[in-house]
């Protein structure tokens, strides 16, 4: 008889799909990582101190994640995406070349987190409805987190 479950206890081919969907948010993630390193390194203007600081926080807590996802698809018995071809070809986020303004960096990030907030609500949905509790933790953190600097970038834009 074949299994129906993986060694986690959870559905063998929701839990491939689910990891599936994480390879997407990798994806995304490695340009988003990419274009913080970018606004990172080239900020210019007034500005220039405070976010400097902060594009360093964010690339750094994005590496992080980024590593998260990866090892979660690996939990789940699956393999993550590690070529920056497979990144581009399946990532929404746009790979971005001189930006050096306050406003269009941040701009960006906004537009970074139009797209991995609805693919981790997605992921938190699919993850919730086979209770697979490590994904959706992880998940729901992202998305908490997120949240607040939407909101907080968004002011920062007044």
Do not use: C
């Not at 970018?38 to 980024?66: C, P, Q, R, S, T």
Request: aromatic share 10%.
């Amino acid at each position: 008889m074949i299994a129906t479950t993986n060694r986690l206890g959870l559905d063998a081919q929701g839990a491939t799909e689910v990891a599936g969907k994480l390879n997407q948010l990798l994806a995304n993630y490695q340009l988003f990582y990419m274009n913080l390193r970018a606004f990172h390194w080239n900020i210019k203007g007034e500005k220039f101190f405070e976010l400097h600081e902060k594009f360093e926080e964010m690339y750094n807590d994005a590496l992080v994640k980024i590593d998260e996802i990866a090892e979660r698809i690996l939990t789940l018995g699956d393999t993550p995406l590690h070529t920056y071809s497979d990144y581009l070809e399946l990532a929404k986020v746009k790979e971005l070349r001189g930006v050096t303004s306050a406003k269009e960096s941040v701009n960006a990030i906004l537009d970074g987190y139009a797209v991995l907030l609805p693919l981790e609500r997605d992921i938190l949905e699919q993850a919730g409805e086979m209770q697979d509790e490590g994904t959706s933790a992880l998940m729901s953190d992202y998305i908490r987190e997120q949240e607040k600097l939407v909101w907080m970038f968004t002011s920062y834009l007044g």
